[in-house]
Nanobody, 125 residues
């Protein structure tokens, strides 16, 4: 069974940090472009960041540029999202998603093959 499972969400104070993880099972991530997406209550889903198959190229939404860092470890079949300087506006359910041989420049539009169920990040004092 092909699965993506996110972890690492939780409650954090403004200015704090969290590291989200995305574990793949049932398939290898080597051939997949991976993205992190988020959806806040009452808002549309937003593409946060994407990473190429090799990990050599990345992109970010303007809202998180300079604060979030995406990375991957293909040997461990894992993808990560390091989130620093968190703000209340970052509160959302965060999803990882994978697209087979996907184009990095289109990744954040959301046309992905597999999606995880999400992990909740709440930024509040």
């Amino acid at each position: 069974q092909l699965q993506l499972v996110e972890s690492g969400g939780g409650l954090v104070q403004p200015g704090g940090s969290l590291r989200l993880s995305c574990a793949a099972s049932g398939f290898t991530l080597d051939y997949y472009t991976i993205g992190w997406f988020r959806q806040a209550p009452g808002k549309e889903r937003e593409g946060v960041s994407c990473i190429s198959r090799s990990g050599g190229s990345t992109n970010y939404a303007d809202s998180v540029k300079g604060r979030f860092t995406i990375s991957r470890d293909n040997a461990k079949n894992m993808v990560y999202l390091q989130m620093n300087s968190l703000k209340a506006d970052d509160t959302a359910v965060y999803y990882c998603a994978a697209e087979l041989v996907g184009r990095l420049d289109l990744c954040r539009t959301g046309g992905m093959d597999y999606w995880g169920k999400g992990t909740l990040v709440t930024v509040s004092s």
